[in-house]
């Protein structure tokens, strides 16, 4: 672009720009404190209160005051991930739970709770939801238009059992009525390995973080087991 003859000119056009560049961003750019944009509430405070480790499922995300920057925050684990960070065959097993199409978005648009089981697989303690959620126990808190369910038959995050059967379609396996995590594992090919006998225990976690998760084999059984 030139503008012969008059440099004011130019000038002017350079502050117009400028100037109806700023307009257009000033509506996303909001400046506020750190303390005021992650404000806790009542369901945060709650969750935040349970000392142990758990994770907790969400339904609601649209409207839910357990979004994902404020639970980021509070370090309160959710099953439905971070923004785009969904893998491929976590979304299937999340669908197959919420009754939901596969779709390449970046939230879950869960429809209830189809299979109670394969949310406790999850190590998921507290269910987050407005509507009424049926196959949970019973209401734990509730404040406002939030609901927290109990989740009473979650399991740890980690766990041994001694036995294990084969189906290359896993995600059917678990959909069974029969379906009992805390029994048997389930594997598309089979591993041939000695699983021993024994009862379901919980594995202790001496050490976890994003990178590095160390589970000790301290009365796990893990010398047979998975």
């Known amino acids: 672009l030139r ?3 008059n440099k004011y000119a130019a000038v002017l056009l350079v502050l117009v720009l400028l100037f109806d560049l700023w307009v257009f961003g000033l509506q996303f750019i909001d400046v506020k404190s750190p303390d005021e944009i992650f404000q806790t509430n009542d369901v945060i405070d709650f969750l935040t209160k349970d000392t142990s480790r758990f994770r ?3 339904l609601d995300y649209l409207k839910t005051t357990v979004h994902q920057k404020l639970v980021a925050i509070h370090d309160i684990e959710i099953v439905s991930g971070y923004d ?6 976590y979304n299937k097993y999340m669908s197959v739970i919420g009754n939901f199409s596969v779709k390449p978005i970046t939230y879950m648009p869960f429809n209830g709770i189809s299979y109670p089981k394969m949310v406790s697989l999850l190590n998921v303690k507290y269910v987050v939801s407005r509507k009424k959620v049926s196959g949970l126990d019973d209401l734990n ?24 059967k084969v189906n290359k379609d896993v995600l059917s396996e678990l959909t069974k009525d029969e379906f009992n995590p805390r029994e048997y594992a389930v594997f598309e090919e089979d591993p041939d390995v000695d ?18 998760i160390v589970i000790s084999e301290k009365d796990t059984g893990f010398d047979q087991g998975l």
Request: glycine residues 6%; without cysteine.
């Open 3 to 5: 503008i012969k003859g």
């Open 56 to 58: 907790t499922l969400e």
């Open 84 to 89: 785009a960070i969904i893998l491929s065959d």
């Open 141 to 164: 808190f509730e404040k406002a238009h939030d609901k927290v369910y109990l989740n009473k038959n979650y399991l740890p995050r980690a766990f041994v059992v001694h036995d294990y």
């Open 195 to 212: 699983m021993g006998v024994g009862e379901f225990s919980e594995a202790e976690i001496s050490y976890y973080s994003p990178n590095k």
